[in-house]
């Protein structure tokens, strides 16, 4: 009976590790504070209706920032834990983790960051800036982004389960390749708890995806054809193609291995006529396109960065937009290149190396063309601007070892070693992180109303840089010393133990970086009344975002604007705004089927994870039932009529107004570091000495 | 924002961050110094070739990287905003030789990289033997978790995480895995890596010139003992490598069924050990062992004897 309702769930399960216990605990306090200031302040319902069950792509992509950001915390603490283990578990020693603990460790590391932290980061600008630059108000289907973002939010959950609830998690490297991840050699838990965490987030994934194609294809304003369209659009479009391509690919894949696992088929298995390296393909297939998924986006913004702050229209916007496309195309070819090692033949290995080294044409095109755009501009060293040349740096080197990986005969050498986690740490920071972090500091004043601090980002930007070169030359040099990724330990004959140390360095300047960007963030909210952005352009943009107020309205355009060409708000801005006419708009109504359907999704797969298969099922029934029922639901928009909007925008011009009124004068630098800590602790001394705190 | 500055100060950055790498290469240089960076140190023909294909692409690459990446930093430089002597004409129109030149550049040096590339691959196929005059000596690696099981068919001898090769002489390493995941096998100072897998057979060419102890491991990561699957590849002279090998025929014990069952069971961080052979087919027999049936016992049913040698075949 015990073992019907719980499965092979039991007390053994329960955390008993120092750090899993320490997460626990850390994650259940994090929790009852939120739930208290939450109830102390009376803003559940406020939470619920404006915020959770919201269809607004705005209010969503803020709430992919936050998760993002938070798992960015999350999965850094464990790059900083696989690195202290490395830098003392030397000869004897076994540092501070178990060799099965370490592999969890690093496992969840490269989850946690492709998963939900880049794609994250990377949908919520989708959600947040696509549909202001194509002049929509909403999104083609604002259910199914929903949905999107709340499986996603079911998936985060499912991989932390194994330190909040107990078991473990998989201990085979981020793709759980087959065969280590079958029942044979994956025994426990761990392997089930990766499977669905990502099987239920790459759905939601695979329905953004669709969701976006659809709206970019579909709701443009008039007059915008495609090759009308912005950059970061462009990007968008190609990346979301391939992620409706090869998130299938994943969910199919996974499954597969979830019947290995858990009904005995033998897809994956050694034995059986099972073929393992069936998987690699597959999950290889999906993997490759994965990272340009992530990087694609990131490549049109920085086309769009570079123009705004050169002051230049970007430099050959065809060879651009046919660079992005070139890219998405043969990055969906390569795949193999990750196992030449395998054994295939040279015909094989090297077809698919020149297709790998094909995609360097269109990368040193789109390069070639940021390059034009800033001759003879004028160059505002803004941050967005900064982390954009950050970028070329790193991502230049990450390019180069990228080529040299690429051959296979060099490959044979330098593939599994640290040479090749430090090259594709290069693409991964240097292109996606770098590139989300321009798009934030860009965007910043659109999503919250006001700049942020340039003096601290300036400083956060340095700390990333110099962490990142502190981190991973040495990672680079011992690749080529012959270290293997994932070593637990080794020995101090080989010489490595000093670099094992400087990597360690680096990741604490880089924990520095992450801290000072919270720190700009929070200096920025308090010199607020200075930073706020009233004329909704605050750098002097180009395209549509720019002509809505900051923070753009709930339905973006009290008017949906005309297009005539490309950067269209330059042109507008030329030829004078023209008076709004409003009309009746009809916007998506809220809805929590989306968190219902998740939260099924979430037990369903617990229930599968822990072989609780009586919850599983009943899940999955409810799923289906919830699906069915919104089908049917008809009521799921409303009218805002003209005499509204009118309204709403006179309130919102005069409230502008009163702010512009109010600004204080733009005194040229911005709060340092040492002025925020006289603030802080200034707020501190007085919270104490007037015992504020009975207030709250 | 746009207080105006001196040029001095304004290229104050550039020259920091320049001595700030200067700097680091400084002190990697001098922590480096005496490190052996095995894959610059070779000690075999195709490690050496690997070498050398790792540093003329390197080259090759930075022909084109080093001009466009200062290019890119000299003009986010030259055409700053505080700089007043720079033009500035928003209306830049690029044409079709523009669209001609960033698409041909890259292009041309994706077809010298790619025929280096076709080239080099066909000639460096792991599989394919090395021409010597020297008779070549077969080695059957059997990656088990988390040990290397090196067996000598025509020596009859057998080790554990230890391998002894002749210097000069082509040896073929067959690879294969038992009772565990995917492995592979690397000898950095000799030899790029391949995976080692149950069921098939991997051929892996090299030939040692120097004489040495060089280290060797799994690449790829197989469970909870993966870091310490390591083993120690010697390259001796021929006659060293002849005694090394009668010495272990008389004075080891032989490899039987009990030990090798004993040494396929999962252990970590194990010793060198050394074995006489017993059974000659013991190789053939790990790798039939996978050839479809659904139990994990080896099978000598012919029919399916026969189909396994046909596997073995498609994978050679």
């Known amino acids: ?696 | 924002m746009t207080k105006p500055k001196s040029k001095l100060e304004d290229s104050k950055p550039v020259w920091l961050i320049f001595y700030c790498l200067f700097g680091l290469g400084l002190f990697l240089t001098m922590l480096l110094q005496g490190a052996d960076i095995a894959l610059f140190n070779p000690k075999g023909l195709i490690a050496g070739e690997q070498r050398n294909l790792i540093i003329l692409t390197t080259v090759v690459m930075l022909l084109i990287a080093v001009p466009t990446i200062f290019l890119f930093y000299f003009f986010a430089w030259k055409y700053r905003e505080t700089n007043d002597k720079a033009t500035y004409d928003p209306h830049t129109r690029h044409g079709k030789l523009f669209m001609f030149t960033v698409w041909a550049i890259p292009s041309v040096f994706m077809v010298v990289l790619g025929s280096i590339m076709w080239t080099s691959t066909h000639k460096l196929a792991p599989q394919k033997p090395i021409a010597s005059d020297v008779k070549p000596l077969t080695i059957q690696v059997v990656a088990t978790r988390w040990k290397w099981i090196f067996i000598y068919p025509e020596e009859k001898i057998a080790t554990v995480n230890f391998v002894q090769i002749p210097i000069d002489t082509p040896v073929t390493f067959q690879l294969t895995a038992d009772e565990a995941p995917m492995s592979s096998f690397w000898i950095p100072h000799l030899s790029g890596q391949l995976y080692a897998m149950t069921g098939h057979v991997n051929h892996l060419n090299l030939m040692a010139d120097t004489s040495g102890d060089y280290p060797g491991s799994s690449a790829e990561i197989n469970g909870a003992g993966f870091a310490g699957m390591k083993f120690i590849a010697r390259v001796s002279s021929k006659t060293i490598y002849d005694s090394w090998v009668q010495d272990i025929r008389t004075n080891s014990s032989s490899l039987s069924s009990t030990e090798y069952d004993r040494l396929i069971s999962p252990s970590e961080n194990n010793p060198a050990a050394f074995y006489a052979l017993a059974e000659t087919d013991l190789y053939d027999k790990v790798v039939m062992k996978y050839s479809g049936s659904h139990d994990h016992q080896a099978n000598d049913d012919q029919t399916d004897n026969n189909h396994a040698q046909n596997h073995h075949m498609e994978h050679e």
């Open chain 1, 1 to 696: 009976m015990k073992e019907f309702l719980l499965g092979k769930l039991d007390g053994h399960a329960l955390p008993h590790e120092w750090f899993t216990i320490g997460g626990s605990v850390a994650f259940v306090l994090l929790g009852l504070f939120v739930v208290l200031v939450l109830t102390r302040l009376k803003r559940w319902k406020w939470l619920w209706n404006e915020w959770l069950t919201s269809v607004d792509p705005k209010k969503i992509g803020i709430m992919y920032f936050l998760a993002a950001g938070f798992m960015l915390v999350r999965g850094g603490l464990d790059a900083i834990m696989i690195w202290l283990q490395q830098a003392i578990s030397v000869d004897g020693s076994q540092g501070y983790l178990s060799a099965d603990h370490f592999q969890q460790v690093f496992t969840a590391h490269g989850n946690i960051m492709v998963f939900f932290v880049a794609m994250g980061f990377i949908f919520g600008l989708i959600n947040y800036i696509v549909p202001l630059q194509i002049g929509a108000r909403d999104l083609a289907s604002p259910f199914l982004n929903t949905l999107g973002f709340w499986l996603y939010i079911a998936g985060i959950l499912m991989i932390n389960m194994f330190f909040l609830l107990g078991g473990e998690y998989a201990a085979t490297g981020w793709l759980a390749v087959a065969p280590l991840s079958g029942p044979e050699f994956s025994p426990g838990v761990g392997v089930d708890y990766l499977i669905w965490s990502l099987q239920i987030s790459g759905v939601g994934t695979t329905l953004g995806a669709i969701n976006f194609i659809m709206t970019i294809l579909k709701m443009r304003a008039p007059g915008m054809t495609l090759w009308k369209m912005p950059l970061f659009t462009w990007g968008s479009l190609c990346s979301m193609i391939m992620a409706a391509t090869v998130f299938p690919l994943l969910t199919a894949t996974l499954f597969l291995l979830f019947l290995d696992r858990s009904f005995g088929t033998h897809f994956f298995t050694t034995g059986g006529g099972g073929d393992p390296m069936m998987y690699t393909n597959l999950i290889w297939m999906w993997g490759h396109p994965e990272v340009y998924i992530l990087v694609i986006p990131a490549y049109g913004l920085f086309g769009e960065i570079v123009s705004t702050f050169s002051r230049k229209r970007v430099a050959s916007y065809t060879a651009n937009v046919l660079g992005l496309i070139g890219v998405s195309v043969f990055a969906l070819s390569v795949w193999l290149h990750h196992f030449f090692t395998m054994g295939a033949g040279a015909d094989i290995n090297s077809f698919f190396g020149l297709m790998t080294i094909i995609i360097a044409v269109p990368t040193t095109v789109l390069v070639f063309v940021w390059i034009a755009t800033m001759y003879k501009g004028r160059i505002r060293f803004t941050n967005p601007m900064l982390w954009f040349l950050g970028f070329m740096g790193v991502f230049a080197t990450g390019g180069i070892s990228g080529v040299m990986l690429g051959f296979p005969p060099a490959d044979f050498q330098l593939h599994n070693s640290l040479f090749l986690v430090a090259h594709f740490h290069s693409n991964v920071i240097g292109g996606v992180l770098f590139g989300i972090f321009a798009g934030i500091t860009y965007w910043f004043p659109k999503i919250a109303g006001f700049k942020l601090n340039q003096r601290i980002g300036r400083y956060a930007f340095w700390c990333w840089i110099a962490g990142f070169c502190l981190s991973f030359i040495p990672m680079y040099i011992l690749g080529l010393m012959g270290a293997t990724r994932r070593l637990d330990h080794y020995d101090s004959s080989t010489g490595w133990q000093p670099l094992y140390v400087m990597m360690l360095v680096g990741g604490f300047v880089i924990a520095t970086g992450v801290a000072l960007q919270i720190v700009q963030i929070i200096a920025s909210a308090i010199e607020k009344r200075r930073l706020r952005d009233t004329t909704g352009d605050p750098w002097d943009g180009r395209s549509l975002e720019w002509a809505t107020p900051s923070p753009a309205p709930f339905y973006n355009f009290a008017a949906i604007p005309q297009v005539t060409s490309r950067d269209a708000f330059w042109e507008m801005k030329k030829q004078g705004l023209p008076k709004p006419v409003y009309e009746d708009i009809v916007m998506p109504k809220n809805t929590a089927a989306g968190i219902y359907i998740s939260i099924l999704a979430f037990l369903a797969g617990f229930g599968f994870v822990w072989d609780i298969f009586w919850l599983a099922g009943l899940s999955i029934l409810g799923i289906i039932i919830c699906v069915i029922v919104r089908t049917f639901n008809e009521h799921t928009e409303y009218t805002i009529p003209a005499a509204e909007v009118e309204k709403l925008e006179e309130a919102r011009a005069r409230a502008t107004k009163a702010a512009d009124a109010h600004k204080v004068a733009d005194t040229g630098e911005d709060m340092g570091l040492r002025e925020f800590i006289k603030v802080v602790l200034k707020w501190a001394w007085d919270v104490i000495r007037n015992k504020r705190w009975r207030t709250w």
